[in-house]
């Protein structure tokens, strides 16, 4: 389940790269230009809908846009200097307590496909730049 594997982050191989389970490579956003107001924001954004897209089977997500998400997640974690605990707390926890709200499926999947477009023009992208065999 891709949602339990972001608890544990994607793991981050050296600027803008991200490899998801599988090993499928994206390039990631710059997010070093973000305020820490805007880089809360995105990051809470980010695990409601990794959450609601992982749990949610009319809203799922590719495995580059999944790439995407965590990748930028952790990012974003690492600039708030955040260690893993304090990003599950934070962030993850909130957002699977969404899951106990019948509308959040709704209301939260047609966001995910605009914020994959978002870090996409921030210079992230959702094609596999590499993939193990």
Excluded: H
């Amino acid at each position: 389940m891709k949602a339990l594997a972001a608890l544990a982050g994607a793991l981050i191989l050296g600027a803008g790269a991200a490899l998801a389970d599988g090993g499928i490579t994206v390039k990631l956003p710059d997010v070093s230009g973000l305020s820490e107001t805007q880089a809360k924001s995105l990051i809470a954004e980010l695990a409601n809908v990794n959450v609601i897209t992982s749990n949610c089977p009319d809203y799922a997500i590719t495995d580059g846009e999944w790439t995407l998400i965590t990748g930028t997640g952790d990012l974003l974690a690492a600039k708030l200097g955040l260690d893993a605990s304090a990003y599950d707390r934070t962030y993850y926890g909130p957002a699977f307590k969404l899951l106990d709200d019948p509308g959040a499926c709704d209301r939260i999947g047609p966001t995910a496909k605009p914020l994959v477009q978002q870090l996409v023009g921030m210079g992230g992208g959702t094609t596999p730049l590499t993939q193990s065999q």
